[in-house]
C-alpha cells in the first residue's frame, strides 16, 4: 500500500509539500499541486480522510432531523439535502426523531459532542428553548419547519397561506362543511395550517364543526380510518383538508370502497405534490413544495455558517408553493356562478 512517503519520493518533493497539498492548505505553486497529484493517481494513494479531519477539527458531516424517512415528502427532502451537500464535500446523516422529544435532543447532543458539524431540523418536536442552547454548539438550520424565532435561519413555505388557498378552493367547489385532518404535532407549522384553514371558514361564514378535526392522522392507513369515522360521525362532511397526499389517498380509497363518489360527495386535498398524489384515480389536488430550491439554500446557509460563523446572518427564506388542482376536488356540477 503506497504511502505518503511514497508519493513524496516520486513527486520529487517533501512530504511536508505533501501534507500541504492533501489538507488543501496555502503555498503550494500549481506545479507543484500537479506534480503530486499525478505521483497519487500512479501510485493509487488515497489520503486518510479521517486523520484529515481529525486534525482541522471538522467532521464534513451534516445530521438531518425528521420524523420518520417513510414519508415521502422528507425522503425526497433527504435526497436534495444530500446531492447538494455532497457538492460542498459534506455527507449527511439522517436521524429519524419519530416526534419523540428525548429522540431530537439525543441527535443534537451530537453537534454538542462534535460528531457533526451541522444541524438541519426539518421537523421541531422540542420547545425552542430547549433547542436554543446547542446552538453555542454550532449552527443549526430549519429547513421546512419555523416558527417566529430570532437567532436561527428558517427555510419554508408559507404553510397558513397555502392551507387558507387551499380551502377556499374547496369552499369555491361549493363545500360547506368541512373536516381538518393533521397528525396532531403542536408545531408552529402545524399551527399555521390549521389557522389558515380557520381563517378561510371565518370568512365565508362557514362554521368549524365539532368533532370535524381529527389529530392523528399521519399515513394511508391512517387516511382509511379518518374517512370511516366520517362517514359513521359526520355523513355530511362535503370536504376535508389533510395537509398530507399519503392521508388524502387513504381517504378516496376507503370512500370509493363505500361507494362514495370523489369529489362530488366529498372533496380531497392533499400536500406535497408526492408522486401518490398523481397515481390516486382520481388524481389528488394538493400543494407542492419546491423541494429541490429549499434543500440548495438550506444547504447553502449552512455550510456558510460552518465555515465561519460570525459571517452570516440569521435569515428567513420565504419560498412560493403552488396549489395544483386536480380531479379530487373538481366537481364539475359547480358552475362559477354558483360559488360562494
Known amino acids: 500500500m503506497a504511502t505518503i512517503e511514497d508519493v513524496a519520493k516520486l513527486a520529487g518533493l517533501s512530504r511536508t509539500t505533501v501534507s500541504r497539498v492533501i489538507n488543501d492548505q496555502p503555498y503550494v505553486t500549481e506545479e507543484k499541486k500537479k506534480r503530486i497529484i499525478h505521483a497519487m493517481k500512479d501510485l493509487g494513494y488515497v489520503p486518510n480522510s479521517s486523520a484529515r479531519r481529525l486534525r482541522s477539527q471538522r467532521t464534513e458531516t451534516i445530521a438531518v432531523l425528521l420524523p420518520r424517512v417513510t414519508n415521502p415528502f422528507f425522503g425526497h427532502l433527504i435526497e436534495s439535502l444530500e446531492k447538494e451537500a455532497s457538492k460542498s464535500g459534506y455527507q449527511v446523516i439522517v436521524c429519524q426523531t419519530h416526534d419523540k422529544k428525548q429522540k431530537e435532543i439525543d441527535y443534537l447532543q451530537l453537534l454538542k459532542t462534535k460528531q457533526v458539524d451541522g444541524i438541519v431540523m426539518a421537523s421541531l418536536t422540542n420547545d425552542w428553548e430547549d433547542v436554543e442552547p446547542y446552538l453555542t454548539s454550532g449552527p443549526i438550520v430549519l429547513c421546512n ?190 358552475s362559477s356562478s354558483a360559488q360562494l
Open 145 to 334: 419547519e419555523y416558527m417566529p424565532i430570532n437567532g436561527v435561519s428558517m427555510i419554508h413555505i408559507d404553510h397558513r397561506q397555502a392551507a387558507y388557498e387551499s380551502t377556499v378552493h374547496l369552499i369555491h367547489q361549493g363545500c360547506k362543511h368541512l373536516a381538518y385532518a393533521s397528525g396532531g404535532h403542536k408545531t408552529y407549522l402545524a399551527s399555521e395550517r390549521k389557522a389558515g384553514f380557520l381563517v378561510a371558514l371565518a370568512e365565508y361564514d362557514l362554521p368549524f364543526e365539532m368533532g370535524m378535526e381529527i389529530d392523528w392522522a399521519l399515513d394511508v392507513s391512517d387516511g382509511q380510518k379518518v374517512f370511516q369515522f366520517l362517514k359513521e360521525n359526520h355523513p355530511h362532511v362535503d370536504g376535508i383538508f389533510t395537509g398530507s397526499d399519503e392521508v388524502a389517498a387513504g381517504i378516496i380509497y376507503a370512500a370509493s370502497q363505500s361507494n362514495w363518489t370523489i369529489p362530488n360527495d366529498l372533496a380531497v386535498i392533499g400536500f406535497d405534490n408526492q408522486m401518490l398524489s398523481l397515481l390516486m384515480v382520481p388524481a389528488v389536488t394538493t400543494v407542492e413544495q419546491p423541494i429541490e430550491e429549499m434543500a440548495a439554500k438550506t444547504v447553502e446557509v449552512l455550510v456558510r455558517k460552518m465555515s465561519d460563523k460570525r459571517s452570516c446572518q440569521n435569515s428567513c427564506f420565504i419560498y412560493p408553493y403552488q396549489l395544483i388542482i386536480r380531479d379530487s376536488t373538481k366537481r364539475h356540477s359547480v
